[in-house]
């Protein structure tokens, strides 16, 4: 049953066309069931009903013609409930609707089950037969289960559907909606960028370059055949068993008497060289899968991996053919830091990422960069829309493709408004961050994940907050020596020379990996990540601490940063560390006259809710604290920053978060801690005008918003902050509390900053 059910899910995900995969699909589980008939209803919302659009078993005629209100009828009824219906005798039933154009009358029993994406019910798929009967448990459970599988592909094909439909008519004004990752607005052509190459992902598509596609294969079967041997001989050199054998497995697959063959006959019969290769791969895992022997079943991983490498080959082709166009909005399954980091000087306009969320580190760097970015767009078809014009609105977390002249027009005016709100704010700059009522904070400067940090003394910083140390380790292929990192901490401390610079120690895992120190963990945020690593890693630890000193010579400004601190312990033992580096490196260094080696101030991040209960303790042992607030997020609402699934249950205005922040505060205040704060909260002008009140006096933020924060800061008295916030701390939920903030923010004219427009 698991493979009939498999397979049946895995055949409407290929499926092209959603109508020919739901006329497919019907047929598929009216088989597979033994039963006399299986229909397909899909959700209109507009017009609030269903339509019949698949039945292999009702009148043909009726099919794109019967609607069924929301309300209406048995499917009316599974799709209000949100849950199967099992009747043995429909007819019976109080909510049954004669329908005679649907020619339903022989049937009798009834199971109708909705068909949900992300709490969105998509359509109802039922099944009838005529003898009056329950349907088995069992039958229920496939049948629910399959609903489920087929959901997400069906969400994807409605987002397909929308675009095809209304390209070329420009006329399209309906958002795919994401999540906000960067304010902003934009409007460019989408590029499509695959980084992650899955076959799973492949859309299925028809060429007519037969010649192209089988050259294309051909190449791509060429290299993979290099890959292997290479792989092979690099692998000899340090294993030298039978499980080198898998490689010839693979190139004899290759081959043209194989499977090659089949892929080329497929190319032959019109498919794209990708969605040749997707069918046939497809297929031999399902038939490897299907097997009783276990040890040919786990075969099925290896031709997905063969699969998976074929498919890079082939697009790495079209990467190296394809040229960067002069203004673009980037779209990836998956934009990672280092892709923004790549683009950024290359006419990148915005972006859009199907996965990640707001707090994801590409969406920060977008921030960094005041790129327009919007996150976790689910639904939205990489393969349709490539060089599509497109305009994404950061604020709102809204994409369009391919608008309409109108939604063009308006854009663009929101664009004006908002490089005119931009140049307005650049005014203060330079100004201090104080309330209208006199009181002052410190605007510090998040730097690290982009290479440039020195426009950023321009951006008015009073000094570095967070300096990001991940990012100089991640572009390399092994860890810098300690002379590299001198040189490189040398001169961001000697940019910022008048003021302090805050050093993060090295904090990967989670979303953050190195390229030659894989971590590979089911829980990678719940894992080694941060301080965890580099204590199990003094080696490592106490080469950058060792570079942060030396490059401290003379200047005398850093300060030094733990990341993902949740016991004492991890700040003894990091101090015992920091401590040996600073003896050993008094008695190595030959000092110049009247250089003395300086022991910075070591502070922690407070960002695993652990500590709030340990801030007494751990006050008496550091000299500041630094709320992460991204982190201090996630792990108090146990939401995952990076997962699209859940980017609507992740928010710092979360009353909980609230109430965390102002009694770390508090607490801080009364242990006599300077506090400071670097999460994106600080960033955004709701976050810092409730930051302000609650007393954190130093914000450290991304260049791009300095001036925008310290505007809002200089437009407001700290008294009504104050009132703002107990006003705030009553709130039971994070949408009030982002309502009337965006109300208060509105009445004191700087509503230009939480949406587009000003
Ligand atoms: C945070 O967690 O708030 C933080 C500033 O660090 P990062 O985003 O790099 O984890
Ligand atoms: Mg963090």
Redesign the pocket.
Known sequence: MLTKLRRIALEFSQGNELDVALRRIVTQIKQVMKTDCCSVYLADHQKQHFVLVASDGLAASSLGQTTVGFTEGLVGLVGQREEPLNIANAKLHSHFVHAPEVEEDEFNAFLGTPIIHQRKVLGVLTIQQKQARFFTENEEAFIVTLAAQIATSMAHSEANALIVQNQGQHQWSTAIQGVSGSSGVAMAPLMVVHPNVDLADIALRKSNEVTLQQQRFTNAVTSTHHDFSRMASQLKEIISDQSLDIFEFYKQLLDKANLGKEISEKIAQGWMAESALKLVIDNYVLQFEGLDDEYLRERASDIKDLGNRLLFNLQAQSIGERQTPDSFILLADEVTASMVAEYQHQGLQGIVSVRGSS?S?AA?LARALAIPAVMGVERAALSKVDQLLCIIDGYSGELFVDPSEALIHEYQHLIAEESALTEKVRAVAQLPAQTLDGHEIECLL?AGLSSGFEHSKSAGANGIG?Y?T?IPFMHRSCFPSELEQKVLYRQVLEAFSESTVTM?TL?VG?D?SLPYFPILEDNPFLGWR?IRITLDHPEIFLLQIRAMMRANLGLGNLEIML??ISNLDEVNDAIRLINQAYYELSSELIFEQGQTLVRPKIGI?I?VPSVLFQLEELASKVDFF?????????YLLAVD?NNSRVASLYSSYHPAVLRALNVIAKQARQFNVPLS?????ASEPAGALLLLAMGYDKL?MNPHNIARIKWVIRHIEMTNAQKILQRVLTFSNAKQVHNFLNEQLELLGLGGFVRAGM
């Open positions: 707090n580190h920060i998040n967070l990001r991940e993060r904090d989670g953050k941060g990341p993902m991040m960002e630094s709320v992460g607030s991204n982190d201090l997020t996630q920053r704060l670097c999460g994106e909260l450290s």
